[in-house]
């Protein structure tokens, strides 16, 4: 019977290693391209804020959303973040009292950080474990069809965890890259991750030196 099973497995897992691959390069191959549905509802939107001059940047690119294709949004900030989740409350708050929308089209969610300042790379290990697991959970639970990102560490395990759910075939989520204008010559560390390991759908860079030298990345000229 043990013999039985064990061969039963030598012969099922490479279906499933073949099976992982082939989905591995359909969501690679498809990544980027445009939907071949015009979506009749908002887009479910997932909005990643780092702090300081990362948060002004991504309410630049809020704020020029086309507010009725992507809603709800979803704001997350690091749990140690005080003040990105206030400015975006304060934006939405804004909307309300112009009009223009209602309060359920915005939620306000924090996450553990992977890393902070100064912590040692040892003890970093159990962070990230813990980090990874609360983004998965937080994708889970919204299922975003659209990401926005602009370099802070907070942004990686979340679009890790929505890239695998994509391998998965348990949801699809675009993924929307913007490397902070502070970066000329070369990319954060986050964004070179998302780069080449190809899990952006897009990915744009404010300086032509930089888009040169990462030639999949588009030029978005300045956005600040």
Request: charged share 15%.
């Amino acid at each position: 019977m043990g013999l039985d099973a064990l061969a039963t497995a030598c012969c099922v897992l490479p279906v499933l290693l073949s099976l992982l691959a082939g989905r591995f390069a359909y969501v690679l191959w498809r990544s980027g391209q445009p939907s071949s549905k015009s979506p009749t509802a908002g887009l479910r939107c997932l909005i990643v804020f780092g702090s300081g001059g990362h948060t002004a940047e991504m309410m630049n690119i809020v704020t020029a959303l086309q507010k009725d294709r992507f809603t709800p949004r979803y704001y997350v900030a690091a749990l140690t973040d005080n003040m990105s989740l206030q400015k975006a409350q304060v934006y939405e708050q804004s909307l309300i009292q112009s009009e223009e929308k209602t309060i359920k089209n915005a939620h306000f969610m924090q996450i553990y950080r992977s890393r902070e300042v100064g912590q040692t790379y040892i003890t970093s290990i159990a962070t990230t474990l813990l980090a990874t697991m609360h983004a998965m959970w937080l994708v889970i639970s919204i299922r975003p069809q659209v990401i926005f990102c602009n370099g802070p560490g907070t942004c990686f395990p979340l679009c890790v965890c929505a890239f695998a759910l994509k391998v998965l075939g348990l949801g699809w989520s675009s993924i929307f890259y913007i490397e902070s204008i502070a970066r000329v010559k070369k990319l954060s560390l986050s964004g070179l991750l998302l780069y080449k390991l190809r899990i952006a759908d897009q990915f744009f860079v404010q300086w032509l030196q930089l888009q040169q030298s990462y030639p999949r990345a588009y030029y978005a000229g300045r956005l600040m």
